[in-house]
């Protein structure tokens, strides 16, 4: 049975999970073709993994780890893993490539480069997603075209465009809203939609998308070496990201299945509001969503991933804006000798969540948090606004 607690600056459900292998899909071989790709990168290397000992030390927990995202191919947040793979899969595709044989160095020979340089992407994005897209349209030698909701700040827009080779428009519609008009847009032009979520009948390019993700998981594995974590938090926007890392820890977890716990922005919690609906259906957001966790800001659930994040998560939370800001200034000055982690607001989501849950005992309670807790968190951007990043800090 679901149970609802509200929190000064956050909701909370928590649901017993029940683990089955139909609803986890994505896996670890899944994983191993993902990082034969983007190891074939010349500027691929390993995100870090930071151990925060002294801040575990200080609430007494076994340890708390976490995936700097910012250091991802200089793009500073994870989405290009995603993007670079689909877009690579979907090259392969169209131009009769063995992807399985195939890596970056083919899309060097001069024919398919030539090939390439006729091909248009299109997607939206509130941010890192078509930073990512425009810079792996970039390096395959392919135009791209990213749209973007209302709200957009300047800066992001003008991130994506010096990423690669993508222009960048910010529309007057809201994510969703601009999802649809970046479909009909392709349609119209004969553009490849590489868009991060999927809807019926749209499935096969955002599953190279999650399974581009899967590449993080991969890399945690080898850095914790062998010994996985008890609690995952994932910050989730359409969960795509949350939804493929689940999958890939419960499947590798065997009995000892990790506490997974899914962080939303209050208004764009569409995982959590699912969840309260309880009747096994991922529902549209509803509300309106003003939230600075702008990556977060979507409305609906991606239907790839929903049956994981239905079936496996321990806990939905739903966070004001001020939870993420407490994860920010954390990082940013963080207990003794821990290193100053830079993250963005929706990186650190997570992290403002898990201060606040080592506060009180309730909490640590219905967390299940103790002594013997190895927590895993996926910093997932930088600083991304640096205007925002610096009144959060108050820097100005
Ligand atoms: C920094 C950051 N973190 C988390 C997310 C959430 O990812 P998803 O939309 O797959 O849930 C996003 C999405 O854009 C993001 O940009």
């Known amino acids: 049975m679901d149970r609802k607690y509200c929190f000064d600056h956050f909701n909370v459900i928590s649901r017993t999970p029940v683990y089955s292998e139909d609803s986890c899909c994505f896996t670890e071989e899944q994983a191993k073709d993902t990082v034969r790709f983007h190891t074939s990168l010349p500027f691929y290397q390993v995100t870090p993994l930071w151990s925060m000992s002294c801040a575990a030390k200080e609430y007494q927990i076994d340890s708390i780890l976490v995936k700097d995202e910012s250091f991802r191919f200089g793009l500073n947040a994870f989405k290009g893993l995603g993007g670079s793979y689909s877009m690579f899969r979907i090259l392969c595709e169209k131009l009769g490539l063995d992807p399985m044989t195939t890596d970056f160095s083919t899309f060097q020979r001069e024919d398919i480069r030539k090939a390439c340089s006729d091909i248009e992407f299109v997607t939206t994005t509130d941010g890192n997603h078509g930073k990512g897209v425009s810079w792996a349209a970039g390096i395959f030698g392919c135009k791209a075209h990213v749209y973007m909701p209302k709200g957009t700040v300047e800066a992001r827009r003008r991130a994506i465009e010096t990423a690669g080779s993508a222009t960048a428009e910010?529309?007057?519609?809201?994510?969703?809203?601009?999802?649809?008009?970046?479909?009909?847009?392709?349609?119209?032009?004969?553009?490849?939609?590489?868009?991060?979520?999927?809807?019926?009948?749209?499935?096969?390019?955002?599953?190279?998308?999650?399974?581009?993700?899967?590449?993080?998981?991969?890399?945690?594995?080898?850095?914790?070496?062998?010994?996985?974590?008890?609690?995952?938090?994932?910050?989730?926007?359409?969960?795509s990201m949350a939804g493929g890392l689940e999958s890939y820890f419960m499947n590798l977890a065997g009995d000892q299945k990790p506490v997974v716990v899914i962080v939303e922005a209050k208004g764009s919690d569409c995982i959590y509001q699912s969840a309260q609906?309880?009747?096994?259906?991922?529902?549209?957001?509803?509300?309106?969503?003003?939230?600075?966790?702008?990556?977060?800001?979507?409305?609906?659930?991606?239907?790839?991933?929903?049956?994981?994040?239905?079936?496996?998560?321990?806990?939905?939370?739903?966070?004001?804006?001020?939870?993420?800001?407490?994860?920010?200034?954390?990082?940013?000055?963080?207990?003794?000798?821990?290193?100053?982690?830079?993250?963005?607001?929706?990186?650190?989501?997570?992290?403002g969540l898990l201060r606040n849950v080592f506060e009180s005992d309730r909490l640590r309670e219905i967390f299940q948090i103790d002594k013997n807790s190895r927590v895993l968190l996926i910093s997932t951007e930088g600083n991304t606004d640096p205007d925002d990043y610096a009144r959060v800090l108050g820097e100005f």
């Open 277 to 351: 609906a309880n009747d096994g259906k991922a529902h549209t957001a509803v509300g309106e969503a003003p939230t600075i966790m702008a990556g977060l800001n979507c409305g609906t659930p991606c239907g790839l991933v929903w049956p994981v994040l239905r079936d496996c998560t321990s806990l939905y939370v739903s966070c004001e804006d001020v939870v993420t800001e407490q994860g920010m200034r954390a990082y940013a000055k963080p207990a003794g000798t821990d290193k100053a982690v830079v993250s963005g607001e929706s990186g650190a989501v997570t992290y």
């Open 170 to 239: 910010i529309t007057d519609m809201i994510y969703d809203d601009t999802v649809r008009y970046t479909a009909s847009l392709a349609e119209k032009n004969g553009w490849i939609l590489i868009q991060d979520t999927s809807w019926p009948g749209y499935e096969r390019f955002p599953r190279w998308i999650i399974e581009g993700y899967l590449t993080m998981g991969e890399e945690i594995r080898t850095q914790m070496n062998g010994q996985l974590p008890t609690h995952i938090f994932l910050q989730a926007g359409v969960g």
